[in-house]
């Protein structure tokens, strides 16, 4: 397994390749660089997904044949494999499996070894599978704790990226995930203005929505801003509850306004999503106050050229509903078709800050 004697420097060098980045996917492609560096083999990393009894594993990232890449997609586990991970689940500990014959290298038997990876509260949240030779005691020890200095460094991340207030993703982390969905809609034609009614039928829309609680202020102003904070705790818990779903996203984006990026494959998906969380504040039974409502305003990810552009339109909508009645839901898209707004050429977002 071993391809050279693990010298303390290059051990210590490969960790700082791993944190040296912000961005997860290429944390995750260090991370397998690393450990390819350091193990013989092919490597795979997988995020554990556990919901209401059902397991799923999302490959992250890869690395075989010296190609590395990260990636996030639901794949097929091998059906020998999933009595061993379910073994290394329950028991949280390292399993390995010997491959079939046809998988083996060299005439030389290989085994699936698999390690789990754990987050803060130790619940298992990734899984790392090496193939290759059967790892001793002082390589197993190794690759577990590349895993912990892996695990250790997204929780700090993680915590640079949350509101400390109400959990959510902070202000910074919504401008870079903006750009990664700006980046991925100039790349893919997926998100080119081509009408949605001749889209592949599985291909996926990006919408940004912008929320807006009714009439915080006056929250705030007749019971004080300890029990509005408190109030801005449990909306910000039934943003998470709604967009629940591994690639929903939900910010807190200063005050009372929060932003979502949903992927749905139509606007009806979404506009279902973003109505089921308007009747679920309707209903909610708020302390003190008799019912809170909020107001909506989304847009399509559609080649724009900038987030101030994406999150422009969606204040646009959201502008309307708060104009017109609040407690609703508007699309950015459709209002520019009903002249109800202007479209993007009469609009200057330099005027207006947006970051």
Do not use: W
């Not at 097929?76 to 500990?93: F, H, R, S």
């Not at 700006?182 to 039928?201: D, M, T």
């Not at 979502?260 to 999503?273: D, F, K, P, Q, S």
């Amino acid at each position: 397994m071993t391809k050279t004697v693990h010298s303390t420097v290059r051990i210590i060098d490969s960790l700082a390749e791993i944190t040296r980045h912000h961005d997860r996917n290429i944390i995750e492609k260090s991370l397998l660089k690393t450990l390819s560096d350091l193990i013989s083999g092919s490597t795979r990393l997988y995020r554990v997904i556990q919901t209401e009894g059902n397991t799923d594993f999302s490959l992250l990232a890869f690395a075989e044949n010296g190609l590395i890449d990260s990636l996030a997609k639901s794949e097929k586990i091998p059906a020998p494999m999933t009595d061993a991970l379910e073994e290394v689940l329950d028991t949280g500990y390292m399993v390995s499996i010997p491959c079939a014959a046809a998988e083996s290298s060299n005439h030389s038997p290989s085994f699936d070894n698999i390690y789990p990876t754990f987050d803060g509260e130790d619940e298992i949240f990734a899984v790392l599978i090496h193939r290759g030779k059967q790892p001793n005691a002082s390589e197993e020890r190794l690759v577990q704790g590349i895993l912990k200095v892996y695990a250790n460094y997204l929780i700090l991340i993680e915590k640079t990226k949350r509101d400390k207030l109400t959990g959510l993703f902070n202000r910074e982390s919504l401008n870079h995930e903006l750009n990664k969905v700006l980046f991925s809609s100039h790349a893919s034609p997926l998100h080119s203005n081509i009408p949605e009614n001749r889209r592949a039928e599985n291909s996926e829309l990006a919408f940004i929505a912008l929320i807006d609680i009714d009439h915080f202020k006056s929250v705030n102003d007749h019971y004080g801003h300890l029990f509005g904070d408190e109030i801005l705790i449990i909306i910000s818990r039934l943003l998470a509850e709604t967009f629940s779903r591994q690639d929903d996203m939900v910010f807190r984006y200063g005050g009372e306004e929060f932003v979502a990026i949903v992927n749905m494959t139509n606007r009806e998906g979404a506009c279902h999503i973003f109505e089921r969380l308007r009747q679920k504040i309707e209903g909610f039974d708020f302390p003190q106050i008799e019912q809170l409502t909020i107001s909506i305003g989304y847009s399509i990810v559609r080649q724009q050229q900038t987030a101030a552009d994406l999150l422009g339109e969606a204040d646009q909508a959201l502008y309307y509903a708060k104009e017109n009645g609040r407690n609703a839901i508007h699309c950015y898209e459709d209002l520019v078709v009903q002249g109800l707004v202007a479209g993007k050429e009469n609009i200057h977002y330099g005027e207006v800050k947006l970051f």
